[in-house]
């Protein structure tokens, strides 16, 4: 399931929760197959960095999940 711009654009009003749920949603969503090919790279820059900014708030399962989530993001090897 690809993000719409309405997802980014709400990046910085959700709550750690919400955004944990929309990094699962994407995450059990794409494990399959190659993740986000419909996304830009300032889109996938975004993504990260909203990752990377929250990080530091989430337990060790939720850092788990960001970290697989970046792992398929950045399987294409575009330079993000």
Known sequence: MAMS???FNKFDILSDK???KLVQRLYENNI???????????????FIREIFTRLHLFDSNSINLCLKTL???IQ????V
């Open 5 to 7: 711009d309405n997802d």
């Open 18 to 20: 919400d955004f944990l």
């Open 32 to 46: 399959n197959k190659s993740i986000y090919h419909d996304f830009d790279l300032d889109k996938k820059q975004k």
């Open 71 to 73: 792992c398929l993001l």
């Open 76 to 79: 294409e090897r575009e330079e």
